[in-house]
């Protein structure tokens, strides 16, 4: 629990020292923000900060710091390091320079961003990637929850029914104003989701577990350690408890409601810490599961429901459970919400009428309908989806991490910042690819071979670009 606890406390000092590093570089001010300039009463609307904080929360925190942090739990305490150090120094770095400069540029999507600095090409290519992106999350993010709400209704109520209920709240909540249904539901479920957290964090003390401590080593406990090597499987598999590319997707919906850029570390850097505290605590509670009952568990379900019924009793596991359903639930919703935004920005679509936001929705349910449909007929279409998913996810953060690097070398910024997590990020994704099974399926050695030649090449490439460039005025924000 030692190990544990300074991970913890990690965190929190992490918010209050880097948080405020990276805000200090960026440097907010008092300037007008897209809420209030460009007000359209559906996606630019000013809302209370707390709320705000609550509902990017929970946009951010789908499966990924619950799933991801317990399946990451096999790697040992590497998992607990990467968490720490990737939120603090990567993953809410990313997110908080993603949201303040969507909210400097009238609350432009992530590829409009991504193009400002990477250029027209990378623009377009993160355009499809960003929406293929928003399409899976939608798809992946309804079997799980469905599959559990099962579990706690009457048998009528199976999967398939919950599938149905759960897509047509993404159709309300996709077209709808942000106040309507999201602006009033999420604060709600983001307080589940915490209480889960709280509660299981409580009966980790209360408990006391037999987790992993520094001393023990970095070794790889996971049992396909062969297959599986911490780097890069675990720093892809944990994904969202410590850095994704899908937060910067969102936080554009709040860039869209923020009425002060002072609030952007609460809100952006916050959430991110917030979440890497929900994989943590994950993670601890997972490692105390995998200890008692062995690690040859893989469904994170099965886990969830195992943990939270045994240290939170019936009522508070069905409550945590919630929280679980919710999270996910109210990514997909977002996912969509996002892609419609991508697509419009893009397209210069107006977004007052819902006949032009059905124009573009419709398409977009139909293609998720038929992955999930795709997912339920295939016993692994749910693993493969997953796994496309979570390396398109940290892809997605690559890109982003290079555009504000980019950003912050044109306004003569600390540039560092983002720099090195840009290069550790480039190894991660490109030797992903080429060791994952549904990649290139190479060697170990070649795939780590590969990789280091795309950080080389990356580091060339801006080494160059940087000397090139030249600082112009009206470039700088």
């Known amino acids: 629990m030692i190990t544990f606890t300074i991970c913890l406390l990690a965190l929190i000092v992490g918010y209050f020292t880097y948080g405020r590093l990276a805000e200090h570089v960026f440097g907010p001010d008092n300037r007008k923000t897209p809420a209030t300039l460009l007000t359209d009463g559906v996606d630019y609307m000013p ?13 951010i925190a789908g499966l990924g710091p619950i799933f991801g942090a317990i399946m990451g739990a096999k790697f ?23 949201g303040m400069l969507s909210m400097r540029h009238e609350g432009e999507t992530l590829p ?66 942000i106040d309507k249904i999201i602006g009033k539901v999420y604060p709600l479920f ?19 577990p037999i987790l992993p401590e520094f001393w023990d080593g970095m070794q790889n406990t996971n049992p396909s ?29 709040m860039a869209r409601c923020m009425t ?21 605590i994950w993670a601890a509670a997972a490692t105390y599961f995998f200890h008692e009952n062995g690690m040859g568990e893989s469904n994170a379900s099965v886990i969830v429901n195992s943990i939270t019924r045994n240290w939170l009793g019936a009522a508070g596991g069905i409550l945590a459970v919630l929280g679980v359903i919710a999270a996910p639930i109210t990514s997909g ?43 339920l007929r295939d016993a692994n279409g749910f693993n493969l989806i997953w796994r496309y998913f979570a390396w398109i996810n940290q892809t997605l953060a690559v890109f982003t991490l290079w555009a504000i690097t980019v950003y912050l ?54 080494i160059v670009w940087k000397r090139n460039y030249k600082m112009i005025d009206n470039e700088i924000i």
């Open 409 to 462: 070398v044109r306004a003569a910024k600390l540039y560092w910042l983002t720099l090195i997590p840009a290069l550790f990020m480039t190894a991660v994704c490109a030797t992903y690819i080429c060791i994952a099974p549904e990649g290139f399926g190479l060697s170990h050695a070649l795939s780590y071979i590969v990789g280091a030649c795309c950080v080389l090449v990356a580091i060339i490439w801006f």
């Open 76 to 98: 040992g305490v590497s998992s607990y390091v990467w968490i720490v150090v990737g939120s603090i120094f990567a993953g809410a770095v990313h997110d908080y320079f993603a």
């Open 47 to 59: 809302l209370p900060t707390w709320k705000i904080f609550m509902i990017q929360f929970l946009n």
């Open 225 to 253: 350690a062969a297959t599986l090597p911490i780097f890069p499987i675990m720093f892809v598999s944990i994904a969202c408890g410590a850095i994704s590319g899908f937060h910067a997707t969102q936080s554009p919906m």
């Open 112 to 177: 409009e961003i991504i193009g400002r600095y990477l250029g027209l090409t990378t623009k377009r290519v993160m355009l499809v990637l960003t929406v293929v992106l928003m399409i899976l999350v939608g798809a992946v993010f309804v079997a799980g929850p469905a599959g559990l709400l099962s579990n706690l209704t009457p048998a009528g109520f199976d999967t398939t029914f919950w599938i149905i209920v759960v897509f047509v709240y993404y159709v309300l909540a996709t077209l709808l104003p």
């Open 260 to 280: 002060n850029e002072h609030h952007g570390r609460p809100v952006f850097y916050g959430a991110m810490i917030t979440e890497g505290i929900v994989a943590l």
């Open 333 to 375: 919703d977002t996912a969509f919400r996002s892609a419609r935004l991508i697509i419009a920005d893009f397209f210069k679509i107006e977004q007052k009428s819902i006949r032009n936001r059905l124009y573009i929705c419709i398409p977009l349910f139909i293609i998720a309908i038929s992955l999930l449909m795709y997912s």
């Open 190 to 208: 983001a307080g589940a989701l915490l209480f889960m957290a709280l509660g299981i964090l409580i009966m980790l003390f209360v408990e006391h």
